[in-house]
C-alpha cells in the first residue's frame, strides 16, 4: 500500500512538474490559437476548441480570402455559404458562417441578376441588353446551365421561386408582378415551351379580415406543392400554381398591429417540416418569428427554434436542423461585420446580434454591413 501511495505521490510530482515547466493549456499564444481555430472544419470542432477555456474561446479567428475548392466541399458542407457579387474584383464571394470567404469566377452570372436560390440551383435572369428577359437555372458549384423560355419584354417580374430541384419533372418556376392588389402570376416547369401568364385579383373576399391591397414583401415559397405569399403587413395567400390560380387563392394569418407595420423594415417567410414561420425585423433591430395558430387566422409567437437555424436573404430563404446544440436558435442574416468578413447572426435567446469567432454583441444592426443583392446557398 505504501509504495503505491509514493508512485501515485511521485506521478503527482511529475504532472505538477510538467506544467511548472510547460505553463498551461490557456497560456498559449494568442496567435497559435487563431491558427488552430483557422484550421477547424466543423460545427463540432469548433464547439470542442471554445469549451477548452476561456482564453481559447476568445481567440480571434483568422477568416482568409481562399479559391472556391471546387470538387471538395469537405470544410463546406455542413452550413450554407452567403453569396454575393464584389464590385471591386465582378468575382462572387461565398462567406462561410463559421470561418473563411471563398471566392469563384462565374462569367456566366455576368450582367445577370439573381432571382432566387434553393438546394445548390440558383433562378437567373438577364440578357446582353438590359430589356432582356431570358431566364435560367444555373449550379455554380457544377457549372451546370438549364435554359427556361423568356419572359415577354414588357413584363416586369420581381418575385419568383421554384418547388424542387430543376432537374425534376415535378420542379414548378413562378414569377409575380405586384400591381397593389392585382398580381401577375407566370408559372412554368422545365422542358415547357411558354410561360402561362395569369392576372389574379388578390383582394380577400372575407368581410372579417378585409384587405384592400396586397403588397408581397419576400418571394415565396413553395409548401406541398401549394404557393405562398406573404404581405407587408402580416397576411398570407396562398394558390395552386398548376391550377387557376384565383379560383384556389386563400388567405390567412392576422395582419399585423399598425405599431408592429409601422415599425417594420423587411420580411421573409420559411418552411419547417411542412409548417409556415415567418420573420419580421423591426428598425429598432428586433427581430419577431410567428407562425399561424390551429385556426390559420392569427399569428403566434416563436421563442425558441429548438434544434433549428434559419437562414435569410432576399433571394431564398430556409430552416437546417443543427447537430451542435450551442448553434440552435439563431437566424443568420446578409449582414457582414468586421470588413466584410463574418456573417452576422441574431440570436433567440439573448435577443441580440453576434458573431462567430468574434466579441461582439449587439441589439441594433446599424454598424453592420447589409448585403442586399446575396443569396444562401449550400453545394450539392
Known amino acids: 500500500m505504501a509504495e503505491a ?39 463540432r470542432d469548433y464547439y470542442i476548441f471554445d469549451i477548452v477555456c476561456k482564453s481559447w474561446k476568445a481567440s480571434p479567428n483568422l477568416r482568409l480570402q481562399l479559391q472556391f475548392p471546387i470538387g471538395d466541399y469537405s470544410r463546406l458542407h455542413e452550413s450554407p455559404l452567403l453569396m454575393s457579387i464584389s464590385k471591386r474584383s465582378g468575382r462572387y464571394n461565398f462567406f462561410h458562417p463559421l470561418h473563411h470567404t471563398y ?17 445548390g440551383w440558383l433562378l437567373v435572369m438577364g440578357g446582353k441588353f438590359a430589356k432582356e428577359k431570358q431566364v435560367f437555372f444555373f449550379n455554380p458549384f457544377t457549372r451546370k446551365k438549364i435554359d427556361l423560355p423568356d419572359l415577354p419584354p414588357d413584363t416586369a417580374f420581381t418575385k419568383f421561386s421554384f418547388s424542387g430541384l430543376p432537374t425534376s419533372k415535378d420542379c414548378v418556376v413562378v414569377g409575380i408582378m405586384n400591381l397593389l392588389s392585382l398580381m401577375e402570376i407566370a408559372v412554368i416547369k422545365p422542358g415547357e415551351d411558354d410561360w402561362e401568364i395569369e392576372d389574379v385579383d388578390f383582394r380577400e373576399s372575407d368581410e372579417n379580415y378585409p384587405v384592400k391591397k396586397f403588397c408581397i414583401s419576400s418571394n415565396p415559397i413553395f409548401v406541398d406543392n401549394y404557393c405562398y405569399c406573404l404581405d407587408v403587413d402580416g397576411k398570407v395567400a396562398v394558390f395552386d400554381p398548376l391550377d387557376d390560380c384565383e379560383n384556389s387563392l386563400e388567405f390567412y394569418g392576422m395582419r399585423l398591429s399598425r405599431r408592429q407595420r409601422d415599425s417594420l423594415i423587411q420580411s421573409f417567410m420559411v ?29 403566434v409567437n416563436v421563442e425558441d427554434l429548438g434544434d433549428k437555424v434559419i437562414y435569410l436573404s432576399n433571394g431564398g430563404s430556409w430552416v437546417e436542423k443543427r447537430r451542435v446544440s450551442c448553434n440552435n436558435n439563431r437566424i443568420y442574416l446578409p449582414m457582414l461585420y468586421d470588413n466584410n468578413k463574418a456573417v452576422i447572426f441574431y440570436d433567440l435567446k439573448t435577443q441580440r446580434y453576434h458573431c462567430n469567432g468574434y466579441d461582439f454583441s449587439s441589439t441594433s444592426f446599424y454598424h453592420i454591413k447589409q448585403i442586399f443583392h446575396s443569396v444562401w446557398i449550400k453545394p450539392t
Open 5 to 43: 501511495l509514493d508512485e501515485k505521490e511521485s506521478m503527482v510530482k511529475v504532472f505538477a512538474d510538467e506544467e511548472e515547466n510547460h505553463g498551461f493549456w490557456s497560456d498559449l499564444p494568442t496567435e497559435l490559437l487563431s491558427s488552430i481555430r483557422s484550421c477547424l472544419v466543423s460545427e
Open 103 to 119: 471566392y469563384m469566377d462565374l462569367p456566366e452570372l455576368l450582367n445577370k441578376k439573381i432571382l432566387y436560390s434553393k438546394d
Open 271 to 299: 418552411e419547417s417540416d411542412g409548417e409556415l414561420i415567418a420573420i419580421f425585423l423591426s428598425s429598432n433591430g428586433r427581430i419577431s418569428v410567428l407562425k399561424p395558430d390551429a385556426s390559420k387566422k392569427n399569428w
